[in-house]
């Protein structure tokens, strides 16, 4: 970061102003985990602030996927994305989330004789995460993952959902009414 805002200190000193663009969609900038997003930023910044600070005279020069012009004006430092025009498949990008986190988790819930409970945090992406993980929950069979009995998900904070119980799976498969009422 101390780079970084190195770089900004000397744009700013020679009246110029950078802008960034992101221009490969292959970067993954928005599918960085919470716990990897403050990371994420300050690599970014030192990449960007030593690619800056190796071309002070170039008007327009590329660096990882990233392409920076400098303008005259006032020494800001603008970032930008510009992509292109894509379709977003909200139940396409949980679905495949999942795909790559359930096996792993069924790995780490393997355990006998306890409850063995998946909570799926909101990461706030899509506006209708709920339906799409219901959705997921619902239409895939979880044969292959026997380590996960239930899956909860967190519609928002303190408001969880269960989604997936193996147990009606169960009686729906063996075409029978669960024994105890409560499990209805």
Same mark, same amino acid.
């Given at each position: 970061m101390e780079r970084c805002r190195a770089a900004i200190d000397e744009g700013a000193k020679r009246q110029r102003r950078f802008r960034v663009f992101d221009q490969d969609t292959s970067l993954?900038?928005?599918?960085?985990?919470? #716990? !990897? !997003?403050?990371?994420? %930023? #300050?690599?970014t910044a030192e990449l960007l602030a030593a690619a800056i600070a190796k071309h002070p005279d170039e008007e327009q020069f590329a660096v990882d996927g990233y392409t920076v012009y400098k303008l005259q004006g006032d020494g800001e430092v603008r970032f930008s994305y510009i992509g292109g025009a894509r379709a977003i498949n909200p139940f396409g990008s949980v679905s495949d989330a999942l795909e790559n986190l359930l096996p792993t988790k069924n790995e780490q819930l393997n355990t006998q004789g306890r409850l063995r409970a998946l909570l799926v945090l909101n990461a706030g992406i899509f506006p209708h995460e709920e339906h799409d993980i219901c959705q997921y929950? #619902?239409? !895939? /069979?979880?044969?292959?993952?026997?380590?996960? /009995?239930?899956?909860?998900?967190?519609? %928002?904070p303190g408001n969880i959902a269960l989604v997936f119980d193996r147990q009606v799976f169960n009686n729906y498969r063996e075409e029978r009414l669960p024994d105890d009422e409560s499990a209805l």
């Open positions: 993954q900038c928005f599918n960085v985990p919470k #716990s !990897r !997003r403050n990371q994420f %930023a #300050s690599e929950f #619902s239409t !895939r /069979d979880l044969g292959e993952f026997p380590n996960i /009995d239930k899956v909860f998900f967190e519609i %928002a």
